[in-house]
């Protein structure tokens, strides 16, 4: 949300390949994120999470050049409320690579691999489950026939 130089040049200095960056953050935040990720030859995500109009911030954001925009269901909302799988028609017309990230499980990776997502980001149905290798395992077979 801030420190859009600062912030991502330090991850990029102790290794990190990608920056993630809140798309509520103002354009000098992620024109400077952007502009970091170009001077180390790295990537910035632009995380969609909690914006309410995601195709016209998109558009907006996507002639900065972003590597990527995801959409994203904030862990503290119900599924029914937001669907990142859904909302992915949004990024339709963007430029930019897209990802999808919040409320991905077994039960819809799947649904994931099909849709426009070149990235599919999976947090809580690993870790919090009590068996997170099965569910690596489980997911990696989906992928792996696409």
């Known amino acids: 949300m801030d420190g859009g130089g ?14 993630s960056v809140l798309a509520a953050a103002n354009n000098s935040t992620i024109k400077a994120s952007i502009k970091s990720a170009a001077e180390f030859k790295k990537e910035i995500l632009i995380d969609m999470c909690s ?23 904030a862990a503290d909302m119900k599924m029914e409320e937001i669907d990142p799988l859904k909302n992915i028609k949004f990024l339709k017309n963007i430029k930019a690579k897209k990802a999808v990230a919040g409320g991905i499980n077994l039960n819809n990776f799947e649904k ?8 599919i980001i999976v947090g809580g149905a690993v870790y919090k489950n009590e068996k997170p290798e099965y569910v690596a395992e489980k997911m990696r077979k989906i992928i792996d026939n696409y």
């Open 51 to 73: 914006v309410s109009k995601i195709k016209k911030r998109a558009e907006e954001i996507d002639r900065f050049s972003p590597a990527y925009i995801s959409v994203h269901r």
């Open 6 to 19: 600062i912030i991502p040049d330090l991850a990029f200095q102790k290794g990190a390949d990608m920056v």
């Open 112 to 119: 994931a691999c099909k849709s426009s997502a070149d990235i």
